[in-house]
């Protein structure tokens, strides 16, 4: 895991705890996986934006102009 070994990872945790205390963790934790949570609904939806746009695609003034030129 991004190249760190099981001692760096033991200090990491150890130095989270001196930083927050056992306490603030557990809430540190939900506001990260609330987060998490929001940015993942806002790609879905612009992601379901961007797909329904095109699928629901206006004619554009090039594409009509290109159509009357085939008339």
């Given at each position: 895991m991004f190249g760190l070994g099981t001692t760096e990872i033991i200090l990491i945790v150890l130095a989270v705890l001196l930083l927050f205390g056992g306490k603030k963790i557990p809430e540190l934790m939900r506001?990260?996986?609330?987060?998490?949570?929001?940015?993942?609904?806002?790609?879905?939806?612009?992601?379901?934006?961007?797909?329904?746009?095109?699928?629901?695609?206006?004619?554009?003034?090039?594409?009509?102009?290109?159509?009357?030129?085939?008339?």
């Amino acid at each position: 895991m991004f190249g760190l070994g099981t001692t760096e990872i033991i200090l990491i945790v150890l130095a989270v705890l001196l930083l927050f205390g056992g306490k603030k963790i557990p809430e540190l934790m939900r506001g990260i996986g609330q987060g998490v949570r929001e940015f993942n609904a806002a790609k879905a939806n612009v992601k379901a934006e961007i797909e329904d746009n095109m699928k629901n695609k206006p004619a554009t003034s090039e594409t009509k102009s290109s159509e009357e030129a085939k008339s």
